[in-house]
């Protein structure tokens, strides 16, 4: 079952699928201290602003 697990993870990984909880463990770990206490964004926050910067600028081969 723990190899199951573990594939799984690793499959969600490699698909972005686990990227909001691993900015949340980023953000505990690296700006939880902060002085002005921002909340991490919230997973519809996050994702639209990933969405922003994934498209922003020209996208296009030549």
Excluded: N
């Excluded at 594939?7 to 902060?34: F, K, M, N, P, T």
Aim: with cysteine; net charge neutral; hydrophobic share 30%.
């Amino acid at each position: 079952m723990d190899r199951i697990k573990h594939i799984w993870q690793r499959i969600r990984q490699l698909s972005g699928d686990d990227v909001y909880e691993r900015y949340l463990a980023h953000y505990a770990e690296h700006h939880a201290d902060e002085v002005d206490g921002t909340p991490p964004l919230s997973r519809a926050e996050f994702f639209r602003q990933w969405q922003d910067q994934k498209w922003q600028g020209i996208k296009r081969c030549c």
